[in-house]
Nanobody, 111 residues
């Protein structure tokens, strides 16, 4: 059974940085494509970034150049480094793998 647990969210001022983590279990971590999504109040959940089993990455346009997705196969951790945060980045951020989701972690960016 796949389990995903996000951490690292919080309150940060615009222009600041946060690093989100997602601890995974119950799957073959090394070769599994994993992603980050986010959901703001009143909006649908949207794609943020993904990383393939062989390390290729893809980002949604608004976060390109500011966010970086990475993974530590030994620790079975997925990361999302978020820099130059904007108020519009405020959302609950979710980790996804093989159709499974974590409970999410809240990121709030203040002006």
């Amino acid at each position: 059974q796949v389990q995903l647990v996000e951490s690292g969210g919080g309150l940060v001022q615009a222009g600041g940085s946060l690093r989100l983590s997602c601890a995974a279990s119950g799957m073959i971590f090394d070769s599994t494509e994993m992603g980050w999504y986010r959901q703001s109040p009143g909006k649908q959940r949207e794609f943020v970034a993904l990383i393939t089993g062989d390390g290729r990455t893809l980002y949604e346009e608004p976060v390109k150049g500011r966010f970086a997705i990475s993974k530590d196969n030994a620790k079975k951790l997925l990361y999302l480094q978020m820099n130059k945060l904007k108020t519009e980045d405020t959302a609950v951020y979710y980790c996804e793998a093989e159709g499974n989701w974590g409970p999410g972690t809240q990121v709030t960016v203040s002006s």
